[in-house]
């Protein structure tokens, strides 16, 4: 009998499905590119789901996938090539309510060309200049991350926010917006 009562208060420790799984721990990656061409333009990705502008990505980090290899895919999937990338940013969104928090690099990546030497043959992208842009963006905290990247562009960011709530369409009145950390530089020595 003390055994059975032993196994059952110690069964809880093995069992997988009450367990934290290492899937649970990780934080997913989600680059965000600032694609910018020889007029200083900004690109911008308009989202059919959500009838959005965002800064381009192609999705999360999976497998594995260099950073370089990332940025090239991005660039094939977009249409352009590219001369140089920087890292400018390194943010972290955390959702209330889900045990989950997104790491969100934004990279500045300078185009050096149309890939078919003419234009996009995806209509969803489009050129702002940087005021447009982030004025077209309707989510806080990617349109806070790009005015502070154009502004300050000598500089590696970041900042932490808590932003949910979206819909389809966006509807800007219903995204609840919170700067847990305000924006500070990684890459300045005390």
Same mark, same amino acid.
């Given at each position: 009998?003390?055994?059975?009562?032993?196994?059952?208060?110690?069964?809880?420790?093995?069992?997988?499905?009450?367990?934290?799984?290492?899937?649970?721990?990780?934080?997913?990656?989600?680059?965000?590119?600032?694609?910018?061409?020889?007029?200083?333009?900004?690109?911008? =990705?308009?989202?059919?789901?959500?009838? @959005?502008?965002? !800064?381009?990505? #192609?999705?999360?980090?999976? &497998?594995?996938?260099?950073?370089?290899?990332?940025?090239?895919?991005?660039?094939?999937?977009?249409?352009?090539?590219?001369?140089?990338?920087?890292?400018?940013?390194?943010?972290?969104?955390?959702?209330?309510?889900?045990?989950?928090?997104?790491?969100?690099?934004?990279?500045?990546?300078?185009?050096?060309?149309?890939?078919?030497?003419?234009?996009?043959?995806?209509?969803?992208?489009?050129?702002?200049?940087?005021?447009?842009?982030?004025? =077209?963006?309707?989510?806080?905290?990617? @349109?806070?991350? !790009?005015?502070? #990247?154009?502004?300050?562009? &000598?500089?590696?960011?970041?900042?932490?926010?808590?932003?949910?709530?979206?819909?389809?369409?966006?509807?800007?009145?219903?995204?609840?917006?919170?700067?847990?950390?305000?924006?500070?530089?990684?890459?300045?020595?005390?």
């Amino acid at each position: 009998m003390r055994f059975l009562i032993s196994f059952l208060l110690l069964l809880p420790l093995f069992n997988d499905a009450a367990a934290q799984t290492k899937a649970d721990s990780i934080s997913p990656i989600f680059p965000k590119v600032v694609i910018i061409n020889n007029k200083q333009e900004v690109l911008l =990705a308009f989202d059919n789901n959500r009838k @959005a502008y965002e !800064l381009p990505s #192609i999705g999360f980090i999976e &497998g594995p996938i260099s950073i370089r290899e990332y940025m090239n895919r991005t660039a094939t999937e977009i249409g352009i090539t590219y001369k140089s990338f920087r890292l400018a940013g390194m943010f972290t969104y955390i959702y209330p309510n889900r045990y989950r928090t997104f790491i969100r690099p934004y990279f500045v990546m300078q185009m050096e060309a149309y890939a078919n030497a003419q234009g996009f043959s995806d209509s969803s992208y489009k050129w702002f200049s940087p005021v447009d842009a982030v004025k =077209a963006i309707p989510y806080p905290a990617s @349109a806070q991350i !790009l005015q502070k #990247i154009i502004a300050q562009p &000598g500089y590696v960011w970041a900042a932490t926010f808590e932003e949910y709530g979206y819909t389809n369409p966006v509807d800007p009145t219903k995204i609840k917006f919170s700067v847990l950390e305000e924006f500070y530089k990684l890459n300045e020595m005390p």
